[in-house]
């Protein structure tokens, strides 16, 4: 269809335009704007120019949250791939066990953040949690699941991982189902294995569904917030300060709203690194 | 049709929600929004006062609205002035009254009827609670103030002869109560008990010429303290922070995986009534001297409000420091009751006598410390000594060079 006047598609695309201008580019910007200032909402903000991010840089606040962000990125990538496939193939037939197993573990993606926090919080409990109890009964000893600085962020990875695998089994469960039989069958008459199967036909056509999951997965780990403020409060020792945590505490603890604002404008600058590279990816399949 | 009674409902219940009980003032009242931050069965003591007063006259109705708990109203009541929306009538914990009170945000409250003879314990105002308080005009009022009291579970404690009155005798104690699955002390890694230990050891957190020694020497002996005990695996650190680890702990002592606790008062009334074992309470100990920080919020008027919601306001806040309102309030929750005549009240009632935990705080006011009037107490609270705290006991970091690092990061924010 093409546009009558030329300002046409501008109408239509009006409304959204609109959202994203009142909802997206002015908060960024009023958050640029505000990052260059001193100002804790009730005094006169005060301008020091790239002092925020000075601070930001050489507490190590921001190396040390990005670092925390990222571990539990690669943790949830990963794992949601590999658990997310593993599953998905193993889940793939019919009956009704297999089809009960679906739906369990996609259950788990279903809960709200809140609850698995309070979930984990009593699963992990350091003494009365449900795991230390079996694990000291089979000899094995208790482990620091939330109290030691090295094992809090792993915990928080894997939890996240459980709430999205679900997700990843359902997706690639229907990249599975859009494969074309066809190929299987040439591939079996022509001597394949199961395995060489998977791995020669399977896989590779799955790569634009696996590049989906880990976007959706590195989004989720990106976004985490409401598992750290449960189940750890970003302790012991900042080991789960998350970026989007280490924000929330220099506004509304530390009452910092340019050092919050220069984290913001940092995290959004990384995330559009990730995306342009992942764009970039993208491109690079298109004409396979 | 249907719609229509699908939204009036909504309108219905959230009218229930926010906590204020018919949704509506009577005509002809002056509305007054209150903006608070207690829980649980604070909120619904809060809430009964608020209703006795909205009955007990016709011209004010107060309107009550639950912010979270207190560091997020904090947030919610900065918010709100920067869109000059806020409040009349908030209340804040007492560290950040002087933050407040020197951004100009508080209402001086020394020309309001009564101001200046209220009845307060005076431990418990503004002039007691903070050094030099007296010498500034009145901004703060004292309604839920506590100290930390210890908390035993008196079934394990009746097996041991020695009391916890020093801290020889605690560690002792704690290493006596100790038994597998079980800790014999437990208490947050949290700056509130802390300063309470500095205090004991002898240290003040700011010096009275305003220098930030984080108590010197005495800081490094009460981190000591904490660090030897979780050494000695006779005392439990609840994981969390804030009042998330507070929380952990109670719940801790009331499973009895905790023989012994340091507490807010505050609790007293919830710990007594939920625990299935009788619940004593004890005064903290003495280190070279008895000393323990006083906690809890003052009522703060906002100076953005109109004068004429300012001066309802009042009116409720000293209806809260009636003899009957004060003391009502300090027996439904534990908090102390914050005038001499409701602690006159409830001591003529016979109510010590009958529930002598609630006393433990009363006469612990007596070495009661005041903290100092400084802007930036609260960020060194949050931002250095609290991190620094639960890094030095986690990873047994030296805590000598612990609190120099500590006193180094409190100089550099200052600025």
Redesign the interface.
């Known amino acids: 269809m093409k546009p009558t006047r030329p300002s046409e598609p501008w109408w239509l695309l009006a409304p959204m335009l609109g959202a994203l201008a009142v909802f997206f580019v002015y908060p960024l910007l009023s958050a640029l704007r505000t990052s260059f200032y001193e100002w804790d909402l009730l005094t006169a903000p005060r301008f020091i120019g790239l002092g925020n991010y000075r601070a930001i840089f050489s507490s190590g606040e921001l190396f040390a949250s990005l670092g925390t962000t990222l571990l539990v990125s690669v943790v949830v990538v990963a794992g949601s791939l590999v658990l997310g496939l593993g599953l998905a193939l193993a889940v793939n037939r019919p009956g009704r066990l297999a089809a009960l197993a679906r739906s369990a573990v996609f259950s788990a993606y279903v809960v709200s953040w809140v609850s698995v926090g309070l979930l984990f919080l009593w699963i992990f409990d350091a003494d009365a949690g449900v795991v230390n109890q079996l694990l000291s009964a089979a000899g094995i000893g208790k482990v620091k699941w939330l109290t030691s600085t090295r094992m809090a962020p792993l915990t928080v990875a894997l939890i996240v991982l459980w709430k999205v695998t679900g997700y990843a089994m359902v997706v690639f469960l229907s990249g599975l189902s859009g494969l074309p039989p066809e190929m299987q069958e040439a591939a079996a008459l022509d001597g394949a294995g199961p395995f060489a199967r998977l791995r020669h036909v399977t896989l590779p056509l799955l790569r634009p569904t696996a590049a989906f999951v880990a976007t959706t997965s590195l989004i989720a780990s990106f976004q985490l917030f409401d598992v750290v403020r449960l189940l750890t409060q970003g302790g012991p020792v900042r080991s789960t300060t998350v970026l989007v945590y280490a924000i929330y505490e220099q506004l509304f603890r530390d009452l910092r709203v340019g050092r919050a604002s220069s984290l913001v404008v940092v995290f959004f600058l990384v995330l559009s690194a990730l995306t342009w590279l992942k764009l970039r990816a993208f491109r690079s399949q298109e004409p396979v | 049709m249907q719609r229509r009674a699908f939204l009036l409902s909504g309108a219905v219940l959230s009218g229930g929600v926010a906590g204020c009980a018919p949704s509506d003032a009577p005509p002809g009242r002056v509305v007054v929004p209150f903006w608070f931050t207690y829980g649980g069965r604070n909120r619904a003591t809060l809430q009964t006062l608020v209703t006795r007063f909205n009955q007990a006259q016709r011209e004010i109705w107060v309107r009550a609205v639950f912010q979270g708990d207190y ?2 109203g904090l ?1 919610k009541l ?2 709100a ?2 869109a000059g929306a806020a409040p009349p009538l908030s209340h804040v914990v007492g560290e950040v009254v002087p933050y ?1 009170a020197e ?3 508080l209402e001086p409250l020394d020309d309001y009827p009564g101001a200046r003879s209220l009845p307060l314990h005076p431990a418990l105002g503004q002039a007691g609670s903070f050094r030099g308080g007296a010498e500034r005009s009145l901004v703060a009022v004292p309604f839920n103030r506590s100290t930390p009291i210890a908390y035993v579970n008196q079934r394990l404690f009746a097996e041991q002869s020695a009391t916890p009155d020093t801290w020889q005798t605690l560690s002792e104690v704690a290493r006596a109560l100790t038994k597998p ?1 079980r800790f014999g002390f437990g208490c947050p890694i949290d700056w509130w008990y802390w300063a309470a230990l500095v205090g004991q050891a002898g240290g003040e957190v700011v010096e009275p010429n305003g220098r930030i020694s984080l108590g010197d020497e005495a800081g490094v002996r009460a981190l000591s303290l904490w660090q030897s005990l979780v050494a000695a695996g006779v005392m ?2 609840p ?4 009042y ?1 680890a507070w929380e952990q702990l109670s719940q ?1 002592f009331l ?1 009895g ?1 905790v023989a012994m606790i340091w507490s807010s008062t505050a609790f007293v009334r919830y710990l007594e009534e939920t625990a299935d074992f009788p619940v004593r309470a004890l005064p903290l100990p003495r280190g070279v001297r008895g000393a323990v920080p006083t906690g809890g919020t003052h009522f703060v008027l906002l100076k953005s409000a109109p004068s004429e919601l300012k001066s309802a306001a009042w009116r409720f806040v000293r209806f809260l420091l009636e003899p009957e309102s004060a003391a009502f309030w300090s027996s439904e929750t534990g908090y102390l009751p914050v005038t001499t005549e409701a602690a006159q009240l409830l001591q003529s009632r016979g109510f010590y006598a009958r529930h002598p935990n609630y006393r433990v705080a009363l006469d612990q006011l007596a070495v009661a410390q005041p903290w100092p009037w400084s802007k930036t107490l609260f ?1 060194i609270q ?2 250095v000594v609290q ?1 620094g705290l ?2 030095a006991v ?2 047994k970091r030296d805590p000598s060079r612990a609190m120099a690092e500590a006193r180094r990061l409190a100089q550099e924010s200052l600025h």
């Not at chain 2, 994981?239 to 804030?242: I, K, L, M, T, V």
């Open positions: 560091f997020e947030a900065r918010t002035l920067a407040l951004a100009g945000v699955g439990k650190q994981p969390g922070r804030d998330n801790d499973a995986r960020r949050r931002e991190p639960e890094a986690l990873e």
